[in-house]
């Protein structure tokens, strides 16, 4: 047990980076704070240039000998990995919620589960050739090549299940990995780090700290001429710069980047029913999901009881730190203090544009509470419908015209999410057929298995994540002609 069960504080624990199978301190160091405190938490290690440099060599000389490690071999190794973050689910989860804010038990029963279940899945995935035909000549196979250097970037949001659902498939193909956290949520990665070094062999993964919002070390390891590979999730004005940085050495780009998704209630669906559960999936991790509900489009008909509900429910949970007994009953903090800087203009907005039913104004406790605010009548001109908010500020559009509801629901350069919610399924799902963006969800919001492909469409992203095809992202084709004589 690497921290005690009641531990809040981890000033004692010396965090460091894993470079070439070694734990090294950083360059320089971060602090890094409790967002339902304000308070510092733990000192992190902090790389610099150079540090992404070595780390970057590690894993282009360990590719050497991983890319020929027998599959099976790499196989084991996950599977390994997934017992290992098992065997520590407690700890891992207490330092995710201690350092993302979000509910100890959301960060337990979801980030955690979903992080182990998707390292199992890859650990199964077959990258036998393939032969793609054969006649009196030739038989021509086709080969899943590993690419070489992958760096993997991560946010602040699920970055344990982020940066695993990378990793895995990244290593089973034969891949090396430099692995950077968010700035502000290395600690998870960092740890993580400590349990790779007893299970793989030295420079496979190597992981980073990232001091400050706004350093070198993400462009620079972006940019670093062998990386073959960016896998990079976060929000689409940095995945445009990694875009524009991996044109100089023609690199390859998986990129998971912002959403403005849209529910759009029918008609004929129970404004009872599903209200509250289109509220979880808006205000669930104070709104910080990039698949969760941004916009909701309600029919006229409805549009005052879907009010009335979205306001009642706003102001019947509390706020409450991470790791508060009750707190996934709770509303937690937004993750850092941009962030909550930037909710704070969201808010003044939301009284400018709109007439706001609940929330409105920020918490006065310590850390970066804001609660849940719901904002009616508001035009889709609005800078909170137009952008991704990413906070718990939400807009409620009224409609009277379903397909100019589907219109107003595309008329974004986001496409990662959206769902329709509705008695009639069959309708729904024709409605679903016309939205864009790479997932649909009828009557839910959120989930994923492991073994469907998620990405976003439009500027939401280029590429897919999970299952077989989210694996094949990591290698390239090659096709030998095998005479048959
Ligand atoms: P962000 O883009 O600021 O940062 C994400 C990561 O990229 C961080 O590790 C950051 O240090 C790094 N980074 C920033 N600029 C970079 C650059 N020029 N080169 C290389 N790395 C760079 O995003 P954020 O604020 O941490 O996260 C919120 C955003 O992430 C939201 O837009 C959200 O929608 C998006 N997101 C998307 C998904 C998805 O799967 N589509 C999932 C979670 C979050």
Request: proline share 6%; with cysteine.
């Amino acid at each position: 047990m690497l921290f005690p069960a009641n531990e809040t504080n981890l000033q004692h624990h010396t965090f460091a980076q894993l470079i070439d199978g070694e734990l090294v301190p950083g360059a320089g160091t971060s602090e890094v704070i409790d967002p339902g405190t304000g308070e510092a938490i733990a000192i992190a290690p902090a790389a610099d240039d150079d540090q992404v440099g070595v780390a970057v060599d590690a894993a282009q000389t360990a590719f050497r000998t991983w890319r020929r490690t027998p599959l099976a071999e790499r196989a084991t190794a996950l599977r390994r990995i997934a017992d290992a973050v098992e065997e520590h689910a407690d700890e891992f989860a207490r330092v995710l919620a201690l350092e993302t804010g979000k509910p100890l038990a959301m960060a337990r029963d979801m980030e955690l589960d979903w992080a182990i279940r998707w390292v199992r899945h890859f650990a199964e995935l077959d990258l036998t050739p393939e032969v793609l035909r054969t006649d009196e000549d030739y038989r021509v196979e086709r080969h899943h090549e590993p690419l070489g250097v992958v760096a993997a970037i991560v946010p602040w949001n699920f970055p344990l299940f982020q940066s695993l659902y990378k990793i895995a498939p990244a290593i089973l193909a034969g891949n090396t990995v430099v692995l950077k956290p968010a700035p502000t949520t290395p600690l998870h990665a960092l740890f993580l780090g400590e349990l790779l070094r007893e299970i793989l062999p030295a420079g496979v993964v190597n992981i980073l700290g990232d001091g400050a919002p706004g350093s070198s070390v993400g462009p620079t390891l972006a940019n670093h001429p062998a990386v073959r590979l960016v896998s990079f999730t976060g929000s689409t004005a940095a995945g445009r710069k990694v875009l524009s940085g991996a044109s100089s050495t023609i690199k390859r780009v998986v990129l998971e980047l912002g959403g403005n998704d849209a529910a759009i209630v029918l008609p004929d669906a129970d404004v009872e029913t599903v209200a509250p559960q289109i509220f979880t999936w808006t205000f669930n991790y104070a709104g910080q999901l990039c698949v969760g509900i941004k916009r909701i489009f309600v029919p006229d008909a409805m549009y005052e009881r879907f009010a009335e509900i979205f306001a009642e429910l706003a102001v019947s949970r509390p706020l409450g730190h991470a790791l508060d007994a009750d707190a996934d009953a709770a509303f937690g903090p937004l993750q850092n203090a941009a962030q909550f800087e930037r909710v704070k203009g969201y808010l003044a907005q939301a009284h400018a544009d709109g007439k706001v039913i609940a929330g409105g104004t920020v918490d006065p406790r310590p850390g970066y509470f804001v609660p849940p605010t719901v904002v009616r009548d508001i035009g889709d001109d609005s800078v909170l419908v137009r952008e991704e908010t990413f906070g718990p500020v939400r807009s409620l559009l009224r409609y009277s015209d379903l397909d100019d509801a589907v219109a107003r629901a595309n008329d974004t350069t986001y496409g990662l999410g959206n769902s329709v919610w509705a008695t009639d399924t069959i309708a729904a799902a024709r409605v679903a057929e016309r939205l864009e963006s790479g997932t649909v969800w009828i009557n839910t919001h959120v989930g994923a298995y492991p073994e469907v492909p998620f990405g976003g469409l439009k500027q939401s992203g280029v590429g897919t994540e999970f299952g077989i095809q989210g694996l094949h992202e990591f290698v390239e084709n090659k096709v030998i002609y095998v005479p048959v004589a």
